[in-house]
C-alpha cells in the first residue's frame, strides 16, 4: 500500500522560505509512470495544484507560484520536495502532498494523498 | 491553462434525494478527470476516475459522466456520510486545475 508523509516546519516567518518534504513508502519514487505532486488548500478554501515533478526532476510548476516554486525529487531516499519563497500570510494552507500520474499508469492520477502538514506564515 | 468551472457552488439537499453536480472545463479534456470528496479536516479522497470509473470501495451510489468539456457527479441517493464538499480535477494537461468545490450540506 503506497503512503505519503509530509514533513517540515509548521510555521514560517513573512518574507521566509517555506520548506517541506514527501516521504514515499510502498512503491519506489523512481518509476518513469508517475509524478509526484504538490497541493495546497488555504483556510475554509478549495484546492489549489501547485506542481508535480518526476524520477528524473522533469517539473511543471502552477504558473501563480513559478516564480516562487522550486521542487526536487531524490530518489536514494524515496522523497521529493517542495520550497516556496518569499512567504506571505497568504502562503498560510494545509499542503498535502500526492502522486500524480502519466498516461503509462493512467488509473492512478492523484489516487494516493498524504495527510497533509498545516504550514502558518506569521512573525 | 484549463478553467474548471464547477456548479453548484453549494447546496441543500435530503437523505434519499439526488443530487448532480456539474463540472465543465474550458476547453476539451478528453475524460482526464476525477472527482474528490471531502469532509472537514480530512483528506480528499478519490471517488471517481477517468471521468467514469468507480474507485474501488466507493458506494455504488455515486457515479461519473462526461467527456471533452462537460463533467457530471451524480450521488444517486444521498446517505448521511456524503454531507461533504465535493471537488473536480482535470489532469488533462498542467497546469492541473481544479473546480472550485461544491458544499452538500443537510436540509
Known amino acids: 500500500q503506497l503512503q505519503l508523509q509530509e514533513s517540515g516546519p509548521g510555521l514560517v516567518k513573512p518574507s521566509e522560505t517555506l520548506s517541506l518534504t514527501c516521504i514515499v513508502s510502498?512503491?519506489?519514487?523512481?518509476?518513469?509512470?508517475?509524478?509526484w505532486g504538490w497541493i495546497r488548500q488555504t483556510p475554509g478554501k478549495g484546492l489549489e495544484w501547485i506542481g508535480s515533478?518526476?524520477?528524473?526532476?522533469?517539473?511543471y510548476y502552477n504558473p501563480s507560484l513559478k516564480s516562487r516554486v522550486t521542487m526536487s525529487v531524490d530518489t536514494s531516499k524515496n522523497h521529493f520536495s517542495l520550497i516556496l519563497n518569499s512567504v506571505t500570510a497568504a502562503d498560510t494552507a494545509v499542503y498535502y502532498c500526492?502522486?500524480?500520474?502519466?498516461?503509462?499508469?493512467?488509473?492512478?492520477?492523484?489516487?494516493?494523498w498524504g495527510q497533509g502538514t498545516l504550514v502558518s506564515v506569521s512573525s | 491553462d484549463i478553467q474548471m468551472t464547477q456548479s453548484p457552488s453549494a447546496m441543500s439537499a435530503s437523505v434519499g434525494d439526488r443530487v448532480t453536480i456539474t463540472c465543465r472545463a474550458s476547453?476539451?479534456?478528453?475524460?482526464?478527470l476525477a472527482w474528490f470528496q471531502q469532509k472537514p479536516g480530512k483528506v480528499p479522497k478519490r471517488l471517481i476516475y477517468?471521468?467514469?470509473s468507480l474507485e474501488s470501495g466507493v458506494p455504488s451510489r455515486f457515479s461519473g459522466s462526461g467527456s471533452g468539456t462537460e463533467f457530471t457527479l451524480t450521488i444517486s441517493s444521498l446517505q448521511p456520510e456524503d454531507f461533504a464538499t465535493y471537488y473536480c480535477?482535470?489532469?488533462?494537461?498542467?497546469?492541473?486545475?481544479f473546480g472550485q468545490g461544491t458544499t452538500v450540506e443537510i436540509k
Open positions: 510502498g512503491g519506489a519514487i523512481s518509476s518513469s509512470s508517475y509524478y
Open positions: 476547453q476539451g479534456i478528453s475524460n482526464y
Open positions: 500526492a502522486r500524480d500520474s502519466t498516461p503509462l499508469a493512467d488509473n492512478h492520477y492523484f489516487d494516493y
Open positions: 515533478i518526476n524520477y528524473s526532476g522533469n517539473t
Open positions: 477517468a471521468a467514469s
Open positions: 480535477l482535470q489532469h488533462n494537461t498542467y497546469p492541473r486545475t
